[in-house]
């Protein structure tokens, strides 16, 4: 039987529910998507209660109307500046040595990893193994079933704060759905958008959205540092709100149909019509103009990007490059300026491994959902990066179906 999952992307600027039914194979069929704008939301973290619950309900309420399902349970995306992270280590000795290392040894010695000394006010969300020692063998990625009698583990350990966590949760709750699983945002996307491959050989996951811009190294199979900037697309709406004199809705529309992230790509006679603030008529504007605009507010997030992954010193391990996603990253000519600022390959990442109603989420701004509607099945599998949700982290609440048809 089909066993149904959902996932919540709050976000600064769109909100998405995807309801997807799991096949026998783990195999993902997208069945209901509610999208809406978001409200109450400023950089990823809820700072309207009201407002939020509001909107994720109208979210859900469409994701049920569209798949025909009534949504229980889900997993939500977690971002913002509150997020912290970490590397750390466990080890514990081996329980039952005669019978080999158990899921209990590598639950504990994850819990192990995880009790930090935890900042105030921070909870923990995610113990992500990078990497086992087993009796001091080095390197090994699944120690279940290994004899030994130690067992060590190096982990990256993610923190939120308590009360932007708390309210989220409110939110969703008031919407009338159970959370499964809060996930760190850039963990869903990559899940979605990489390849085993591209996560074995080193990449960095980035995606700009809105109010915030997800970064996640992923490197030998493993989550190695995870940062969330708080700066994106909004801040080049504003640009462009302020340089051409334009309401804000206005330059959103001006960004999304005539945006350019390289200004010297652009024809220099290109041209389009505003009505800025003052003037009584439309006025005609040149194209690189906008871009320049734009270019210049992209290089300075990209250059954040660029020294937060210097600041993790993984800089030189990533061969497989970038992969960009979020809304943001659908502005043509992304990729080239990244290209140009990072001298690494540079990908615009599409969720991968779904059917359905793929149409409505084939975008690199629904990276998030996809991931959270596909992390059930992975997990299950053992697929080298897990999420270990001990009582530790607390609200473990069992991989069960979230829906019922
Ligand atoms: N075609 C496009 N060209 C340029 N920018 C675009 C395009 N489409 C969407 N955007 C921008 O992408 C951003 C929204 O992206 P996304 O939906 O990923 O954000 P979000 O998840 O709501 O926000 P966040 O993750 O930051 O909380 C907005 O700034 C929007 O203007
Ligand atoms: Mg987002």
């Given at each position: 039987?089909e066993?149904?999952?959902?996932?919540i992307?709050?976000?600064?600027?769109?909100?998405?529910?995807?309801?997807g039914?799991?096949?026998?194979?783990?195999?993902?069929?997208?069945v209901?998507?509610g999208?809406?704008?978001?409200r109450g939301?400023?950089?990823g973290?809820?700072?309207?209660?009201?407002?939020a619950?509001?909107?994720?309900?109208?979210a859900?309420d469409?994701?049920?109307?569209?798949?025909?399902?009534?949504i229980?349970r889900?997993y939500v995306?977690v971002?913002?500046?509150?997020i912290?992270?970490r590397?750390?280590t466990?080890?514990?000795?081996?329980s039952?040595r005669?019978h080999?290392?158990?899921?209990?040894?590598v639950d504990r010695?994850?819990e192990?990893?995880?009790?930090?000394?935890?900042?105030?006010?921070q909870?923990?969300i995610h113990?992500?193994?990078?990497?086992y020692?087993?009796?001091?063998?080095?390197?090994?990625?699944?120690p279940?079933?290994m004899h030994?009698?130690?067992?060590?583990?190096e982990a990256?350990?993610?923190?939120?704060?308590s009360?932007?966590?708390?309210?989220?949760?409110?939110?969703?709750?008031?919407?009338?759905?159970q959370?499964s699983e809060l996930v760190?945002?850039s963990?869903a996307?990559g899940?979605?958008?990489l390849?085993d491959?591209e996560?074995?050989?080193?990449?960095?996951?980035?995606?700009?959205g809105?109010?915030?811009t997800?970064i996640?190294?992923?490197?030998?199979?493993?989550?190695?540092?995870?940062k969330s900037?708080p700066m994106g697309?909004e801040?080049?709406?504003s640009?462009i709100?302020?340089g051409?004199r334009?309401?804000s809705?206005?330059?959103?529309?001006?960004?999304?149909?005539?945006?350019y992230?390289?200004?010297?790509?652009?024809?220099?006679?290109?041209?389009?019509?505003i009505?800025?603030y003052?003037e009584?008529?439309?006025?005609?504007i040149?194209?690189?103009?906008?871009?320049e605009?734009?270019?210049?507010?992209?290089?300075?997030?990209?250059?954040?990007?660029?020294q937060?992954?210097?600041?993790?010193?993984?800089?030189?391990?990533?061969?497989a490059?970038?992969?960009?996603?979020?809304?943001?990253?659908q502005?043509?000519?992304m990729r080239?300026?990244?290209?140009?600022i990072?001298?690494l390959?540079?990908?615009?990442g599409?969720?991968?491994?779904?059917?359905?109603?793929?149409?409505r989420?084939?975008?690199?701004?629904a990276a998030v959902?996809v991931?959270?509607?596909?992390?059930?099945?992975?997990?299950e599998?053992g697929g080298?990066?897990?999420?270990?949700r001990?009582s530790?982290v607390?609200r473990?609440t069992g991989?069960l179906?979230?829906?019922?048809p």
């Amino acid at each position: 039987m089909e066993r149904s999952v959902v996932g919540i992307d709050i976000g600064t600027q769109q909100i998405l529910v995807l309801v997807g039914a799991i096949g026998e194979q783990g195999e993902v069929r997208i069945v209901g998507v509610g999208r809406i704008p978001s409200r109450g939301i400023k950089k990823g973290v809820v700072v309207n209660v009201a407002q939020a619950t509001e909107a994720i309900s109208e979210a859900v309420d469409l994701a049920e109307q569209s798949s025909g399902y009534q949504i229980e349970r889900a997993y939500v995306g977690v971002t913002g500046v509150h997020i912290t992270s970490r590397n750390s280590t466990g080890v514990v000795g081996v329980s039952r040595r005669d019978h080999g290392i158990g899921p209990d040894d590598v639950d504990r010695v994850l819990e192990a990893a995880g009790a930090i000394i935890l900042p105030q006010n921070q909870e923990l969300i995610h113990i992500l193994p990078r990497t086992y020692t087993v009796d001091g063998q080095e390197g090994v990625r699944d120690p279940l079933a290994m004899h030994g009698f130690r067992l060590e583990v190096e982990a990256h350990v993610v923190m939120g704060s308590s009360t932007a966590l708390q309210n989220l949760r409110k939110c969703v709750l008031g919407a009338g759905v159970q959370i499964s699983e809060l996930v760190l945002s850039s963990l869903a996307s990559g899940h979605s958008i990489l390849t085993d491959n591209e996560r074995e050989m080193g990449v960095v996951l980035v995606d700009i959205g809105d109010g915030t811009t997800d970064i996640a190294i992923f490197i030998e199979g493993a989550v190695w540092h995870t940062k969330s900037l708080p700066m994106g697309g909004e801040y080049i709406t504003s640009d462009i709100a302020i340089g051409l004199r334009l309401p804000s809705q206005a330059a959103e529309q001006v960004k999304i149909s005539h945006g350019y992230a390289v200004a010297n790509q652009v024809a220099e006679d290109e041209r389009f019509t505003i009505s800025p603030y003052g003037e009584g008529s439309p006025v005609p504007i040149a194209r690189w103009k906008l871009a320049e605009i734009i270019q210049a507010r992209s290089e300075e997030i990209l250059e954040n990007v660029q020294q937060e992954i210097k600041r993790s010193s993984y800089d030189g391990l990533l061969p497989a490059g970038l992969v960009l996603c979020g809304g943001t990253a659908q502005m043509p000519g992304m990729r080239d300026l990244a290209r140009s600022i990072f001298e690494l390959p540079v990908q615009i990442g599409i969720p991968r491994g779904i059917t359905g109603l793929i149409d409505r989420v084939s975008g690199p701004d629904a990276a998030v959902a996809v991931g959270l509607v596909k992390w059930t099945p992975t997990l299950e599998e053992g697929g080298g990066w897990r999420t270990v949700r001990t009582s530790f982290v607390g609200r473990a609440t069992g991989w069960l179906r979230n829906l019922l048809p």
